[in-house]
């Protein structure tokens, strides 16, 4: 009789703790199944910086071609944007300067805020001669 008692209390707390169990089982799970939910989110945020970065790189280096097609001497400081979204700041000594080297700075707002992308470019002092004026 005693054993008897003994085995029911035991399946009465066994039972109690399969439902701890599979409540902490489906809390795992949750939290598995949202980490896979932001993969596509995080992948597609990925690919949006990736895009802009590419479009900001492609404007500074026309940027920089366009300066470089200038004329020698005249110098240039100028900000202007473009498309909304992106700010192109280039800056171009004279020529004779002692670092006769052409920036752009690229800024743009992004998904994760402000970004900018600064390149620069030693300039020719023959560029000039490309267009076919001196």
Do not use: H
């Given at each position: 009789m ?19 169990e ?7 799970l ?5 980490t896979?939910?932001?993969v596509?989110?995080m ?5 949006i910086q990736t ?5 900001a ?6 940027t920089?071609?366009?300066l ?28 004779g ?9 690229v ?9 900018s ?10 560029s000039?001669?490309t267009?076919?004026?001196?």
């Amino acid at each position: 009789m005693m054993k008897r008692v003994q085995r029911e209390e035991y399946r009465q707390c066994r039972a109690g703790f399969a439902l701890v169990e599979t409540m902490i089982a489906l809390v795992i799970l949750a939290v598995a199944l949202l980490t896979l939910a932001m993969v596509p989110l995080m992948t597609s945020k990925v690919g949006i910086q990736t895009a802009r970065r590419e479009r900001a790189t492609a404007l500074a280096v026309q940027t920089l071609d366009v300066l470089e097609a200038g004329a020698a001497n005249e110098a240039v400081d100028r900000s202007e944007v473009v498309s909304g979204d992106y700010t192109i700041l280039s800056v171009k000594p004279a020529y004779g300067a002692a670092n006769y080297r052409a920036a752009v700075t690229v800024t743009w707002g992004g998904v994760t805020g402000a970004t900018s992308l600064t390149m620069e470019r030693d300039l020719s002092k023959f560029s000039d001669l490309t267009r076919g004026t001196k």
